[in-house]
């Protein structure tokens, strides 16, 4: 199994020699199999955890890592089973919200005890995301900004500069719709993305304590607060901003139309970076702006989604999962698999370089500088995953059908009431 990991890893080149005080500090032999599941399946993603699992293997002569990874969307519905039944040793998953089903299901092991390593100090900012009851339950090792990621040579073209107010925004895809493109790129299939205009639009119409009680089941769906929210929205619906059909096409199908120029931009996470730049877009094409402001009474927050592994309660080696997971939040490998080479995401430990890829860059200090209102996990992280499920199945009903608003936030508020009430 040595031999099979390294043959089909794309290294990083994390080396031994970089996690040497790693390795010291836990000198302990690990032995037998470490069995790790994974959902980064994008290209991306899988080489950096090729990578990990692969230097990890080599810095632990008589550890077997065993590595398997499965599609991202396969996975959000395969988890609780591979979980349940002989369950791995480390998985991937998400933090905050997302993790409660399976803390209080009790199939996340309680790593409180790993916290307390002083290797962990550096990661204080994220504690509470992985907090639930009192108890940890995960560790973070990516986080990344969302924004909008636009065409500059198109924007140039057109005369066109980043928009800062929604008024902009709005004059801006006026302009773009008038030369026979469209705005916005979007691929809504698997619904989530729907959930990222949403977290927006309303977090800038209404602002982030709002937003974020309305995730927490404390505000009815028919507040007019969210039908103004709803309303900036249909602004852009009704102008035809966003592609054709675009809720038969997963994000990735929605990139074709973003790098052929028949869309001038995507709101998406930085994660989609690597793609743009792989389907042919240079730097030079390509640019990005913080969504613009709504209502100017209430300050900026951001969608900052944080990654997590976790260790399942039915691993079998727990001391080798511990270890990885210590591995994985190190300052040395934090920085290497979160390079713009790599997930070109932005790491959690406070002791990794960020780099000086240039829209890590921007996003760092977009959610350094710029993010006052506070930092959303996002739409299916900050709801409860049966309210998440069936707010996106509405978002992109809404988008669709936009004349079915007053039906879809009814049904929303039945199930806002029957989870929370």
């Not at 929210?229 to 675009?246: E, Y």
Request: aromatic share 12%; net charge negative.
């Amino acid at each position: 199994m040595h031999s099979m990991i390294k043959a089909t890893v794309a290294s990083l080149a994390l080396g031994v020699a970089a996690t040497s005080a790693f390795a010291d500090a836990h000198a302990a032999p690990l032995e037998g199999t470490l069995r790790i599941v994974s959902d980064m399946s994008n290209p991306a993603p899988r080489a950096a955890m090729e990578g990990m699992a692969a230097d990890f293997d080599a810095l632990h002569p008589d550890l077997t890592v065993e590595l398997e990874i499965v599609d991202r969307e396969a996975w959000k519905t395969q988890i609780r089973n591979a979980l349940s039944a002989n369950p791995p040793d480390v998985v991937n998953w998400y933090a905050a919200t997302r993790m409660t089903p399976y803390v209080d299901a009790g199939l996340f092991m309680d790593i409180s005890d790993l916290w307390e390593d002083p290797a962990m100090a550096d990661l204080a900012s994220t504690k509470g995301a992985m907090t639930l009851n009192d108890a940890q339950w995960g560790v973070p090792y990516t986080y990344y900004q969302w924004g909008v990621y636009y065409r500059k040579d198109i924007y140039e073209e057109l005369g066109l500069n980043e928009p800062a107010t929604w008024e902009e925004e709005l004059a801006n895809c006026q302009a773009i719709l008038d030369s026979g493109r469209k705005c916005y790129t979007i691929g809504s299939k698997f619904l989530w993305t729907a959930g990222g205009w949403f977290d927006y639009i309303n977090s800038r119409t209404n602002g982030y304590e709002f937003h974020i009680a309305l995730a927490s089941g404390e505000v009815e769906w028919t507040d007019d607060r969210v039908r103004a929210t709803f309303a900036n929205w249909r602004q852009l619906i009704d102008m035809g901003a966003f592609i054709d059909d675009h809720q038969s096409m997963s994000w990735q199908d929605a990139i074709p139309p973003f790098l052929n120029g028949e869309a001038a931009a995507y709101l998406m996470g930085n994660f989609a970076v690597a793609a743009f730049r792989d389907g042919g877009l240079t730097d030079d094409q390509l640019d990005f702006y913080q969504f613009p402001t709504i209502n100017p009474d209430v300050a900026p927050a951001e969608d900052a989604p944080t990654d997590t592994f976790h260790i399942p309660s039915g691993a079998e080696n727990v001391d080798a999962a511990k270890a990885f997971l210590l591995y994985v939040t190190s300052p040395d490998v934090q920085s290497a698999i979160n390079a713009g080479d790599a997930l070109g995401q932005l790491p959690v430990n406070a002791a990794a370089t960020v780099s000086d890829d240039k829209f890590i860059q921007e996003g760092f200090d977009m959610l350094s500088n710029n993010a006052s209102g506070g930092i959303m996990q996002f739409f299916d992280r900050d709801f409860s995953a049966e309210m998440a499920s069936s707010g996106m199945e509405g978002l992109q009903e809404f988008m669709v059908f936009p004349d079915n608003l007053d039906d879809i936030l009814e049904r929303l508020e039945e199930t806002r009431q029957r989870i929370y009430e």
